[in-house]
């Protein structure tokens, strides 16, 4: 059995809970990574000026931040909310759910495309190459809050147990497994998509198949993490989300390869 290594989650004391945390730094670190691949990849492509890049990460900020709290707050932790609606602003606690801030994401690019007529799609499949990247950070941040732990094992060799955990009984650490899964895993399959296919040449696909394998990645992932609301028909919320997602990025995926497909075809006959 492994140890916890208790780390403080707060780097800096400012003044009461005002700090700095693991947690909001790998969100900061998550932005930034994906700004500056962005901007360094802009410059080659020219997709878009940089100051309406620059608006657009605005939107997105806001999109992860509203959509991942206040989907976990209602979806996950629906009486917490309800007995203490100021909770949902104590974004410092944890508590911020992907499959919600990707709609978050989504609503802020519909949103910033009607009002400045961009392709978002290939300044999101650009950004997606990284997201993985942001994902890792967020996993180890949930690691280092001793939060979204697994279920309780004695057998497995990474097994150990969480100082917030009242069972103190030997858990997965299932942050660590989907800071693998999400993070490492994810991003070698989007970067030898990125590099190694035609996918970035037709805008979408890239997005599309990022949605599938992350759910497929979480849908696994779940198998090891503790159910946070309960089970449906044996398996968990965050599997329920991952195929709704997977079957919505599938059918995303589809329709975008058939739209171009026949664009390029109107194209051909042309010329």
């Not at 996950?76 to 602003?89: Q, V």
């Not at 280092?144 to 060799?157: H, M, R, V």
């Not at 990125?194 to 696994?220: A, D, E, Q």
């Not at 159910?227 to 079957?247: D, H, K, R, Y």
Request: hydrophobic letters at 45%.
């Amino acid at each position: 059995m492994l140890t916890y290594p208790n780390i403080d989650p707060v780097i800096l004391h400012i003044y009461g809970n005002l700090a700095i945390r693991w947690y909001s730094l790998a969100y900061i670190a998550g932005f930034t990574i994906c700004y500056l691949f962005f901007i360094f990849k802009n410059k080659q492509l020219n997709i878009v000026k940089n100051e309406l890049f620059e608006k657009l990460m605005t939107f997105i900020l806001i999109g992860v931040i509203v959509g991942a709290r206040i989907f976990d707050c209602i979806f996950y932790h629906f009486k917490e909310t309800i007995n203490d609606p100021l909770s949902i602003f104590r974004v410092w606690e944890g508590g911020m759910s992907f499959h919600g801030g990707a709609i978050g994401v989504f609503c802020a690019f519909l949103i910033y495309h009607f009002i400045y007529k961009t392709n978002t799609l290939k300044i999101l499949d650009l950004m997606l190459v990284v997201v993985p990247i942001a994902l890792f950070f967020g996993r180890i941040a949930n690691f280092i809050n001793a939060e979204l732990y697994g279920n309780i094992t004695y057998t497995s060799p990474f097994r150990m147990i969480f100082p917030t955990d009242y069972t103190q009984q030997p858990r997965h650490p299932s942050q660590l497994y989907e800071a693998f899964g999400e993070g490492i895993c994810l991003f070698t399959i989007m970067f030898l998509f990125y590099k190694k296919t035609n996918m970035v040449k037709t805008p979408g696909i890239l997005t599309g198949h990022f949605g599938m394998f992350y759910s497929i990645s979480r849908f696994v992932c779940e198998f090891f993490r503790k159910p946070e609301i309960g089970n449906f028909l044996n398996l968990t919320a965050g599997q329920w989300l991952s195929i709704v997602m997977f079957l919505s990025c599938a059918c995303f995926t589809i329709f975008i390869s058939a739209k171009y497909g026949k664009i390029s075809k109107k194209i051909n006959n042309k010329k």
